[in-house]
């Protein structure tokens, strides 16, 4: 069959694509990222899934539609329903990013294995199915109990990448829920251009798009993330799928966060904590509690923050050490905290509060492999340096929440209540909180403490 050919220049970048190759993209004007797809024009009439029939659509008043709150499939995952917005949606695709090794597949395959009412599909493009079964014998060891075999037989693992024929297999199994690992290994008939491409990994999202609509059957799909965080492939099929979680963490620990970057069907605020353990990945209930290691010695420069991640209190230890620099340039080094941000509060020290730390090495450390982006944890860091630097402990009865503007005063943050809440019940005697901050119901057993700007804060912790 003399198939037509046409082929087109597309921006392995943003997506766009060109009738002729240029050697900028004129759109997000990175150089030398289009690459040459050829298109089957014939061939892509036929790819569409013959399911979906053209109906023009009428306008509708909003009245007249019908409320419709549909029935969420619960998985027993508790931190991944959650982060889902309590389930997932039939007919969704969700799209789970995360850097290589972090533990996509194993968070997938465990869902697959302990959700024994769900018959799953998992198609692997990535692993053998040996190596599946590896992970999943990994997975059996001590999975909760009522939730391990005989079960596995619903769980189906098929080693596939062409779409047409997945989706063979899914209308044959009828499955509750699809797992695609991961969307690069896909491809389509319809285009020539190899896996893993922009077209490839496009159209392939858009077709499994229709399909999951089609059959209401919802499809997740695992995507690799590049160097810069941006998950591989175009940034438009951030746009296509409904739900975008990210699976992050530090590989040298064993916290994992899943966190929704984007999620039609509820909050992005949700924020999933695991562990990564020798059997898979465990649920964390109480975070706080572990990331406060609560310990009989008070060292210098160790200081617990009350900080958000998205809707969830977290009570994180912040490390400090201040050393007198060796060599001429004084170093400065962050893990969990932003480097800029920490030299700005050294300078507000400095400057504000008269604190000499400019031939100072200053290391600063957040417990667990955390990130904080939280201003709110400003003032932890600011009291860990000052701990530090005049080598005196911090109660380890305290702890605080607040961010630190240029002139050294002490701004409010959000949610100061929750913060209050989950402090109280980890046995904290008291928290500094920003002064003005409204009407702070008082919480038995904890010690709400207003303080203005930084200095007061040292008088408090000091005398
Ligand atoms: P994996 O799910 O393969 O990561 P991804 O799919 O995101 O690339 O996870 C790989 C890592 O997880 C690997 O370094 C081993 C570790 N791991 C455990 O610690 N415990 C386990 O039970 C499993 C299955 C993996
Ligand atoms: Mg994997």
């Given at each position: 069959?003399?198939?037509?050919?046409?082929?087109?220049?597309?921006?392995?970048?943003?997506?766009?694509?060109?009738?002729?190759?240029?050697?900028?993209?004129?759109?997000?004007?990175?150089?030398?990222?289009?690459?040459?797809?050829?298109?089957?024009?014939?061939?892509?009439?036929?790819g569409?899934?013959q399911?979906?029939?053209?109906?023009?659509?009428?306008?509708?008043a909003?009245?007249?539609?019908?409320?419709?709150?549909?029935?969420?499939?619960?998985?027993?995952?508790?931190?991944?329903?959650?982060?889902?917005?309590?389930?997932l949606?039939?007919?969704s695709?969700?799209?789970?990013?995360?850097?290589?090794?972090?533990?996509k597949?194993?968070?997938?395959?465990?869902?697959?294995?302990?959700?024994?009412?769900?018959?799953?599909?998992?198609?692997?493009?990535e692993?053998?199915?040996?190596q599946?079964?590896m992970?999943?014998?990994?997975?059996?060891?001590?999975?909760?109990?009522?939730?391990?075999?005989?079960?596995?037989?619903?769980c189906?693992?098929?080693?596939?990448?062409?779409?047409?024929?997945?989706?063979?297999?899914?209308?044959?199994?009828?499955?509750?829920?699809?797992?695609i690992?991961?969307?690069?290994?896909?491809?389509?008939?319809?285009?020539?251009?190899?896996?893993?491409?922009?077209?490839?990994?496009?159209?392939?999202?858009?077709?499994?798009?229709?399909?999951?609509k089609?059959?209401?059957?919802?499809?997740?799909?695992?995507?690799?993330?590049?160097?810069?965080?941006?998950?591989?492939?175009p940034?438009?099929?951030?746009?296509?799928?409904?739900?975008?979680?990210?699976?992050?963490?530090?590989?040298?620990?064993?916290?994992?966060?899943?966190?929704?970057?984007k999620?039609?069907?509820?909050?992005?605020?949700?924020?999933?904590?695991?562990?990564?353990?020798?059997?898979?990945?465990?649920?964390?209930?109480?975070?706080?509690?572990?990331?406060t290691?609560?310990?009989?010695?008070?060292?210098?420069g160790?200081?617990?923050?009350?900080?958000?991640?998205?809707?969830?209190?977290?009570?994180?230890?912040?490390?400090?050490?201040?050393?007198?620099?060796?060599?001429?340039?004084?170093?400065?080094?962050s893990?969990?905290?932003?480097?800029?941000?920490?030299?700005?509060?050294?300078?507000?020290?400095?400057?504000?509060?008269?604190?000499?730390?400019?031939?100072?090495?200053?290391?600063?450390?957040?417990?667990?492999?955390?990130?904080?982006?939280?201003?709110?944890?400003?003032?932890?860091?600011?009291?860990?340096?000052?701990?530090?630097?005049a080598?005196?402990?911090?109660?380890m009865?305290?702890?605080?929440?607040?961010e630190?503007g240029?002139?050294?005063?002490?701004?409010?943050?959000?949610?100061t209540?929750?913060?209050?809440?989950?402090?109280?019940k980890?046995g904290?005697?008291?928290?500094?909180?920003p002064?003005?901050?409204?009407?702070?119901?008082?919480?038995?057993?904890?010690?709400?403490?207003?303080?203005?700007?930084?200095?007061?804060?040292?008088?408090?912790?000091?005398?």
């Open positions: 069959m003399a198939a037509k050919l046409r082929s087109k220049f597309v921006c392995q970048n943003c997506g766009t694509s060109y009738a002729q190759w240029l050697g900028q993209c004129g759109q997000c004007k990175e150089w030398n990222t289009l690459v040459e797809e050829v298109v089957d024009r014939v061939e892509e009439k036929r569409t899934p399911r979906v029939k053209s109906r023009i659509p009428k306008p509708i909003i009245d007249d539609i019908p409320a419709q709150d549909g029935p969420r499939i619960a998985l027993s995952d508790r931190e991944l329903s959650r982060v889902l917005g309590g389930g949606v039939p007919g695709i969700t799209l789970l990013g995360g850097e290589p090794g972090i533990g597949s194993t968070l997938l395959l465990q869902t697959a294995l302990r959700n024994p009412q769900l018959k799953t599909l998992y198609v692997s493009g692993e053998s199915e040996h599946v079964k992970r999943a014998e990994r997975l059996q060891a001590d999975a909760p109990t009522g939730l391990r075999r005989p079960q596995d037989a619903n189906l693992v098929l080693t596939e990448t062409n779409t047409q024929n997945i989706f063979k297999h899914i209308e044959a199994l009828e499955p509750g829920l699809v797992v690992d991961s969307v690069q290994t896909l491809h389509t008939a319809v285009l020539d251009a190899s896996p893993g491409s922009v077209g490839q990994v496009r159209e392939c999202t858009a077709e499994l798009m229709r399909f999951a089609t059959t209401g059957v919802p499809i997740v799909l695992i995507g690799h993330i590049t160097k810069d965080g941006y998950i591989a492939g940034k438009v099929l951030e746009h296509m799928v409904d739900c975008v979680l990210q699976f992050e963490g530090d590989r040298d620990h064993a916290f994992r966060l899943l966190r929704p970057l999620n039609r069907f509820g909050s992005t605020n949700e924020l999933g904590i695991y562990e990564m353990r020798g059997s898979g990945l465990a649920e964390v209930d109480d975070p706080s509690q572990v990331l290691g609560r310990r009989e010695d008070r060292p210098s160790v200081v617990v923050a009350a900080t958000m991640e998205g809707m969830r209190p977290l009570l994180i230890e912040v490390q400090a050490l201040v050393s007198t620099a060796v060599y001429g340039t004084p170093q400065r080094s893990t969990g905290f932003d480097l800029r941000r920490l030299n700005m509060l050294l300078a507000v020290m400095e400057k504000r509060c008269g604190f000499r730390l400019g031939q100072k090495d200053v290391f600063l450390n957040l417990a667990g492999g955390f990130r904080v982006e939280e201003p709110a944890i400003d003032l932890a860091v600011v009291c860990a340096v000052l701990s530090s630097n080598d005196i402990a911090v109660p009865d305290a702890c605080f929440a607040g630190v240029l002139t050294g005063e002490i701004r409010p943050v959000t949610r209540e929750q913060r209050i809440a989950e402090a109280a980890l904290f005697a008291r928290i500094f909180v002064k003005g901050t409204k009407a702070v119901e008082p919480v038995k057993g904890i010690d709400v403490v207003q303080v203005g700007r930084v200095d007061e804060v040292l008088g408090h912790l000091f005398g």
